[in-house]
């Protein structure tokens, strides 16, 4: 389709695609995207206080990793929180939850499980919470000039 450029007399220009049609679209892709857009009242509340990268650090709701889609994920750490309900102790969800949560882990991914009451109780507590545990990484990075020896190491 061609369509005058607005401001810039009758010259046409080409319109161009703008995205993917959903037939291209991977469906973890499309649940993660659908499940954006029906959030738990208690993933909004804690949604509310990570967005914007607070402390520097970047969440992502309702991530997309193989057949699942992760609550909240922090790439930067590679931490997931999950936000478990009532509907998680019902049933068969026990079993599902652990084979889930045995997929993420071997994707190299720490999952860390925060109750929904919880959050319902004090939202700005486990935000923060949350938010200081992906700042404080597990491990340090090595030092520029490499660890410091052994004691004894550098009188040889």
Not at 69 to 82: S, T
Request: charge should be positive; include cysteine; proline fraction near 9%.
């Amino acid at each position: 389709m061609i369509l005058p450029v607005s401001g810039r007399g009758t010259a046409p220009r080409e319109r161009r695609g703008g995205g993917a049609s959903a037939s291209k679209v991977p469906p973890n892709v499309e649940r993660a995207r659908k499940l954006r857009r029906e959030m738990s009242y208690p993933e909004v509340l804690l949604w509310q206080r990570l967005r914007g990268s607070p402390c520097g650090m970047k969440f992502r709701k309702q991530h997309p990793l193989g057949p699942y889609a992760l609550d909240f994920y922090c790439a930067a750490v590679r931490l997931a929180f999950e936000v478990d309900g009532e509907v998680h102790s019902m049933m068969d969800a026990p079993q599902r939850d652990a084979v889930r949560e045995e997929y993420i882990v071997a994707s190299g991914i720490k999952v860390v499980r925060v109750l929904a009451r919880d959050v319902l109780r004090d939202a700005d507590g486990i935000a923060a919470s949350i938010v200081a545990l992906a700042s404080t990484p597990l491990h340090h990075r090595a030092s520029p000039g490499g660890p410091p020896p052994r004691s004894g190491e550098d009188q040889e």
